[in-house]
């Protein structure tokens, strides 16, 4: 279980390796927030319990106009793991049928690679539409293909604890949790 790492800001900033937060608390670059006292780290003379949320003690700027491409990596977190058209979760699928890429308009008929013109799909429902516009496969999306926004791409493909949502919920507010499918301790 990794570490959720808070700028001096509380602003959430990505997930550590327990070890990695560990060292930025020695070395006095962060404090913990949260610790899980069940798994300790051991030394010759010490017992610390590992870090679940650490806060940086100066403030890290990060720079915010970025744009991600479109992966899979995201594009399926953005569509919740399952078939935009079937509605089938990637659980759901059968023996030898994956989640895929489907391009509302196709890249043979001057699609591109764009967050408005992909949408997620099981190899079923991506055969059977091939070539063709959803309207002319008579095959609905389930949501309008849209760009995420910055919680989504950073925190979708993350897992988060109760705890560490609640931190993200603190800076994005609550809804930016309901999307990520955390539910805060409270």
């Known amino acids: 279980m990794g570490c959720l790492t808070l700028n001096a800001s509380y602003e959430p900033l990505t997930i550590v390796p327990a070890r990695r937060a560990l060292r930025l608390i020695i070395d006095r670059k962060a404090e913990a927030l949260e610790v899980d006292e ?5 030394s010759e003379n010490l017992l610390v ?3 679940v949320v650490i806060r940086l003690v100066r403030y890290v700027h ?3 106009r970025f744009r991600r491409h479109v992966t899979n990596t995201f594009l399926f977190a953005r569509d919740h793991y399952s078939c935009q058209y079937c509605g089938r979760h990637r659980r759901e699928l059968g023996h030898r049928e994956f989640l895929t890429r489907d391009h509302l308009i196709p890249l043979c008929r001057g ?3 764009t967050w408005a013109n992909v949408i997620t799909a099981c190899t079923r429902c991506n055969h059977k539409k091939g070539n063709l516009t959803p309207e002319e496969a008579r095959m609905k999306p389930l949501r309008p293909a849209a760009e995420p926004n910055h919680v989504e791409l950073v925190w979708a493909v993350r897992r988060v604890t109760p705890v560490q949502a609640k931190y993200i919920e603190l800076f994005y507010g609550r809804d930016a ?3 990520l499918g955390s539910t805060p301790a409270h």
């Open 38 to 42: 069940s798994r300790p780290f051991r």
């Open 49 to 51: 319990p590992a870090p």
């Open 62 to 64: 990060v720079p915010r």
């Open 111 to 113: 699609g591109d690679n």
């Open 177 to 179: 949790v309901a999307a």
